[in-house]
């Protein structure tokens, strides 16, 4: 192809990208020193929506955006920093995000790399939150109409929420690990309207089959499932360079017809072996337990190739 | 005003549309132009099937009216809060319904929102926030999340989230403050008809939300900072 | 207010110090997050290490003074602007994150 050697450093072991921070993922990810960072911390555009409420702000607001190269690639990248406010997203976060897929459209890199961590919107910031979420949605969605390839990895602690859930299913493709969590609702809100019947928000292996990599991966809300190691989400983020999907209204239709179609098969189910079951996937009944390599030698749902 | 007493301001006789549970669909005639419907009532909790059923209605009206305008009525409690939504993947559906929207709107389909009684969170990112423009009748309320909820997520004393909401301009629900961040373009009173009118031929195609924000007083940084992004060295 | 929100707290100190660190480019070393904090470095042209923080644990002035003072004395430095975010860190977190932002001045 290319002959490139991918400029990784030689790590002698796994690095687990949740224990990671935010620019702790960048510095390793991407290609050795190449991140260059637009509105670093030292310029302090900080929230003007914390402080009335007690709480300090963080330099970067919580997100740090810039571009960089990813296996020689140019590549714009943001990563949210969990730590922070859970990665919510406040109107300075939000407006980085924008500016960041606004810039794609006009110097058109070969992709735009979120990494992802957020509990969605930035309750702090209530209002501005949501509407900042919505124009980090409408930005990436112009930047996918224009032929950028937008790619989300999903590995933190935080997993990816609310608002950010919505907005990392309007990307081209999504990786994820065992460790990392994608879905709209925190099962701590879901128990606080209707029960721990409902949702036991402590009960973890109940959270992560329900919102878990490994559940999305097997239905296909995830296009890879990796190692909670650095490197790993890394040599997956060098395969989605080449994921690109157009979105058109066949491939719409299509979408809708998967959907429908799950909802159909999936019945009443409230667990994700008997989803999986009634979806016809990962019969073997070690799915939950097998480890991630293992896992993808599974058979996933009859879906699109994508 | 329900949605049938709002049909009626905005389309007289001339609509057919109808409540199906809490999804409202269907056709209206305004200034002899066909415009789809599509919506929720009864303060709708958006699940994974409400999601679908939406989006729909948009898929369709792409394939068989090409370039009909669309109006979305929203009245939404949010997303539906359950297991079994999230274990299907209620965030996979709702973003299809915002990804059928967004390609309407490029497709040429003006998308007009409208918020008759209620919107919030997950419910107004893929319906009114989506839309090229969104707009509200004075008594709507928008948030992002009930209180007792906001209060056990942040840890932040619910006596103080409450009265924050009553005239905070980041926490209170009323419309108003919407419309001062940028995020609702204007109000409707009087002509419902009229306005609609306006909106259709008025809306702006291009996310105009920051720049307004800002314009307005309510949200003084976020234009700016996406500005910065782009003219950074 | 019937129910005032919690309000930061804002600190400043300046150490005279004799090792000017020179010019260089903005450090960062930590979050901020709950125990934990952000640091800043920044070279500036005064002949002080000039402290300023933001605090969401409030009272604890006298320690902060302890604590970045006993920095200041191990480390001497002029001509750095330290600016912290702090969401209730112990002086040891406080300690390390100061360390580690020092340690990325020394590093070419």
Known sequence: MNGMNAMKPALPSRISYAECSARERLARLLDADTFHEWLPPAQRLTSPHLAQLGVPGAFDDGVAIGRARLAGHEVFVAAQEGAFMGGGVGEVHGAKLVGLFRRALRDRPRAVLLLAESGGVRLHEANAGLIAVSEVMRALLDARAAGITVIVLIGGANGCFGGMGIVARCADHIVMSDAGRLAMSGPEVIEASHGVEEFDARDRALVWRVTGGRHRYLVGDCDQLVEDDVAAFRDAAIVALDSHRPLTLPALQDEHALLQRRLHDAGDAIDAPVMWQRLGIAQDERAPDLAVHELRALERTGEPVR | MNWSELATALFGADHDIRADGSLLHGTATLARQSIAVVGTTDHASIGYALALRQAEVVLATMAHHPGRPVLLLIDTQGQQLRRHDELLGINRAMAHLGCCIDLARRRGHRVIGLVYDQALSGGFITSGLIADGCYALPQAEIRVMRLPAMARVTKLPEALLAELSQANPVFAPGVDNYVAMGGVRSLWRGDLAAALRQALADTPTDDTRAVDGAQRGGRRLAADVAQAVMDAA | ?108
């Open chain 3, 1 to 108: 207010m019937s129910n005032p929100a919690p309000a930061l707290e804002t600190l400043s100190y300046a150490f005279p110090g004799t090792k000017p660190a020179g010019p260089f480019a903005p450090v960062l070393a930590g979050v901020v997050g709950s125990g934990n904090l952000e640091v800043l470095l920044e070279a500036s042209a005064e002949p002080v290490c000039r402290f300023d923080v933001q605090t969401s644990a409030r009272g604890f002035g006298s320690i902060w003074e302890a604590v970045l003072g006993d920095f200041q004395r191990r480390h001497d430095l002029a001509g750095v602007r330290v600016s912290i975010h702090d969401m209730g860190a112990t002086p040891a977190v406080v300690g390390l994150r100061l360390s580690q932002a020092v340690a990325q001045l020394r590093t070419p």
